[in-house]
């Protein structure tokens, strides 16, 4: 396909129909920031998504965009429920409702300094990483991981692994109201039980920041945030369980296209009719996996409170959890009439503007929390919806990559990158040298440029800039 784009602005790129699309492409971005990399077919899967059935408006693309299963990471797309519109697997991905959570610690960087080597000794001898380890929370059975699917964060918080402030704090109150169980297979559940509270690998990471710059006083205050306080970042997601949903229901989907009469450019889209019996079999077991994401951010938060309270005493409290590989059903205006849509976000995250009702109170006149993490060495933000976004209230969920793993191991040697952020005095707790180097900043694209093009392109506004002190790696 030969993709052309338009440049509307200086931060939004457009992609006419051509071929099967439905709608047209929209790419927000600055042109250092377009898809550079050999290999990176991301534009392309812009405009596959844009064949899907049902989809309106157009099919969006975030700055930190980047080749993946199906979708972009960094795409989003809505369908018309009430139009034939489809829920497609690709637009969740395989780690669902894998997400970020800020907390914010009682302390100045200056304080926490005497015992940070301990705080993070702490940190990472407690936090389970890497590929198929446990968690911190081994589930009983089948039963007891039921209810931790149906009520998420709140599960945990129930059975005393948190306080209810942290729920208000959460997107969706910390669990997806159409969870079902009784769709996630017996495989996902086994692979969950002794999961729950865990990174992971990759690219998640716990990551111990301070508050380097404040661009939004009123709102950072609102937060909780100010210069040079300490803060925790967590990103991880669904794990094992997530990963077997997407599998399971992807397959299904695969084999139903024909009976459903739908023709895509790629198989990776399989998708069906959101009505249909196997799209709500699929939004039941991708809200259930949603539901154990959030869990398992909550069981990462207990471990970090229990390390600073041991080394500092000091009290650390939830900013707020977002995810960002979801397909929700939200109702939005579309060429002047309320529609009823499955908004999918892969690699892309809510960021609803000041006044919307679906805001906690206490923050209806900020706005929704936009958490765009860096990598390892390089800065991260924290944002704040805007108004008039019309990517459906959706932002930038992080750097995005430009390099492979496979380059990346290539270019950099983990036990070299751990020297060189330790003479920068961020301290480094790495699950493997492997996939340190892997997860190398180089290998990202520059998170400030992706920052500044998320406000320029009016999707989110700056809130305040965090820097790395020390990071615990999947």
């Not at 377009?34 to 812009?46: F, I, M, N, S, W």
């Not at 909780?224 to 949903?245: E, K």
Request: include cysteine.
């Amino acid at each position: 396909m030969d993709i052309t784009l338009v440049q509307e602005s200086p931060f939004r790129f457009r992609m006419e129909r051509q071929g099967l699309m439905r709608v047209p492409g929209v790419v927000f971005a600055t042109q250092d920031l377009l898809p550079q990399a050999a290999g990176d077919k991301a534009l392309e899967q812009v405009a596959n998504v844009a064949t899907l059935p049902g989809i309106v408006r157009a099919s969006f693309a975030m700055p930190d965009v980047h080749w993946g299963y199906g979708f972009p990471i960094g795409g989003v797309a809505a369908t018309d429920i009430d139009a034939g519109g489809v829920v497609s697997p690709g637009g969740v991905g395989f780690d669902i409702s894998c997400g970020v959570r800020l907390l914010a610690a009682d302390l100045d960087r200056g304080s926490l300094a005497p015992g940070m080597r301990r705080l993070m000794d702490i940190l990472g001898d407690t936090i389970p990483r890497g590929t198929g380890r446990g968690g911190l929370w081994k589930l009983s059975g089948r039963a007891q991981m039921e209810q931790l699917l149906v009520a998420g964060a709140g599960y945990a918080v129930e059975q005393g692994h948190g306080v209810p402030r942290d729920l208000a704090r959460c997107e969706d109150r910390g669990a997806l109201a159409d969870a079902d169980p009784a769709h996630v297979g017996q495989r996902a559940v086994e692979r969950g039980l002794n999961q729950v509270g865990s990174l992971g690998s990759g690219n998640h990471f716990l990551e111990v920041q301070a508050v380097d710059r404040v661009y939004d006083e009123a709102a950072a205050a609102v937060f909780g945030l100010h210069v040079d306080q300490v803060c925790v970042m967590i990103h991880c997601g669904s794990r094992g369980l997530g990963h077997q949903v997407c599998t399971d229901h992807v397959r299904v989907m695969d084999q139903s296209l024909r009976a459903f009469g739908i023709h895509l450019p790629d198989r990776q889209l399989a998708c069906a009719p959101v009505v249909s019996v196997p799209g709500r079999a699929y939004l039941g077991a991708m809200a259930a996996a949603a539901n154990y994401g959030r869990a398992n951010r909550q069981l990462l938060t207990e471990a970090v409170r229990h390390a600073f309270t041991t080394v500092t005493g000091a009290a650390v409290e939830l900013v707020y959890d977002v995810s960002h590989n979801t397909a929700k059903t939200e109702t939005h205006e579309v060429d002047g009439v309320p529609r009823r849509l499955c908004v999918h976000r892969k690699g892309a995250t809510l960021a609803l503007p000041p006044g919307h009702p679906d805001l906690p109170e206490d923050l209806a006149g900020t706005g929704h929390p936009v958490l765009v993490p860096g990598t390892m060495g390089t800065a991260s933000y924290v944002m704040v919806g805007a108004g008039g976004n019309d990517a459906f209230s959706s932002a930038a969920h992080g750097a995005g990559r430009v390099w492979s793993r496979h380059q990346a191991l290539h270019r950099v040697r983990g036990e070299q990158l751990r020297g060189e952020l330790e003479a920068q005095g961020i301290s480094v707790r790495p699950s493997s040298w492997r996939g340190l180097a892997e997860e190398a900043p180089a290998a990202y694209k520059d998170v400030d440029e992706v920052a500044r093009a998320t406000e320029g392109a009016g999707l989110a506004r700056l809130v305040a800039r965090l820097v790395p002190l020390g990071v615990v790696k999947g």
